[in-house]
Nanobody, 111 residues
Framework: QVQLVESGGGLAQPGGSLRLSCAAS????????MRWYRQVPGKQRVLVAQ???????NYADSVKGRFTISRDNAKKTVYLQMNGLKPEDTAVYYC?????WGQGTQVTVSS
């Protein structure tokens, strides 16, 4: 069984920054890709960023140049550094590994 626990969400002003963390427990992590998704009410969950087991990354066009995904395999943790936040980044952010999901953390960008 794998559990994912997100943290680091909250309220930020436009142009501000937040850093999300996702800590994994269980037997899988280092050999798997990790992903961050986000979801707003009434819309589908969408992929924001992905990091593979060898550290390759890719991003949704909407966050390229502003968000950075990273991972610490020793800590079984994946991070999402979010800079230059915009109101349209407001969503619940979820981390994902294989078939497992975290509970989500709310990010609100507002002045």
């Amino acid at each position: 069984q794998v559990q994912l626990v997100e943290s680091g969400g909250g309220l930020a002003q436009p142009g501000g920054s937040l850093r999300l963390s996702c800590a994994a427990s269980g037997s899988i992590f280092s050999g798997y890709s990790m992903r961050w998704y986000r979801q707003v009410p009434g819309k589908q969950r969408v992929l924001v960023a992905q990091i593979t087991s060898d550290g390759s990354t890719n991003y949704a066009d909407s966050v390229k140049g502003r968000f950075t995904i990273s991972r610490d395999n020793a800590k079984k943790t994946v991070y999402l550094q979010m800079n230059g936040l915009k109101p349209e980044d407001t969503a619940v952010y979820y981390c994902n590994i294989w078939m497992f999901w975290g509970q989500g953390t709310q990010v609100t960008v507002s002045s």
